[in-house]
T-cell receptor
């Protein structure tokens, strides 16, 4: 399968813990995006990379969130000191030199 | 304020009929408008992209229109099938960024 992959698929954590998610984009895609989606809503943009450079970050993203793409391939999204409001589906997408994006299956985070 | 509105009520139609979904936006000037399909528990799947200078785009049973004066896009599925049942999301892209700005989606249910 050559699509976007995300790990883990599900994560349950206690409030206050740190969590890290991984995204592996389609191999030739130079752009990688992170979104968050809650029930009944469309995905909400968090941040995006072109190669290893983080080019845009949502103003809604608190400083507890950080993302990296160290070698321009896979990316990680870390949430520090998780809160119950962080419970959501975290989606990763990638694209080449085009505007359409290809999404992974998501990581569902539950903060108890 | 900026808004993207899609009908929050589910659209329920008979197999074989044409489904028409609406996306209206306020205080945006998108360069591109895209439609995605999302099944429960999965990431969105790209369907069609239309540029601001295009009025209509077709792909198999799908048709998208884009009216920048009305600030509206219509998404049509002709000869609908039960397998078309899903949530359909519209998303805007501005000229200055690759990120997607999503509406909340409309759920389509096609009855056999």
């Amino acid at each position: 399968d050559t699509g976007v992959s995300q790990n883990p698929r599900h994560k349950i954590t206690k409030r206050g813990q740190n969590v890290t998610f991984r995204c592996d984009p389609i191999s030739e895609h130079n752009r990688l995006y992170w979104y968050r989606q809650t029930l009944g809503q469309g995905p909400e943009f968090l941040t995006y990379f072109q190669n290893e450079a983080q080019l845009e970050k949502s103003r809604l993203l608190s400083d507890r969130f950080s993302a990296e793409r160290p070698k321009g391939s896979f990316s990680t999204l870390e949430i520090q000191r998780t809160e119950q409001g962080d419970s959501a589906m975290y989606l990763c997408a990638s694209s080449e030199d085009s505007y359409e994006q290809y999404f992974g299956p998501g990581t569902r985070l539950t903060v108890t | 304020s900026q808004k993207i509105e899609q009908n929050s009520e589910a659209l329920n139609i008979q197999e074989g009929k044409t489904a028409t979904l609406t996306c209206n936006y306020t205080n945006y000037s998108p360069a591109y408008l895209q439609w995605y399909r999302q099944d429960p528990g999965r990431g969105p799947v790209f369907l069609l992209l239309i540029r601001e200078n295009e009025k209509e785009k077709r792909k198999e049973r799908l048709k998208v229109t884009f009216d920048t004066t009305l600030k509206q896009s219509l998404f049509h599925i002709t000869a609908s099938q039960p397998a078309d049942s899903a949530t359909y999301l519209c998303a805007l892209t501005m000229d200055s960024s690759y990120k997607l700005i999503f509406g909340s989606g409309t759920r389509l249910l096609v009855r056999p």
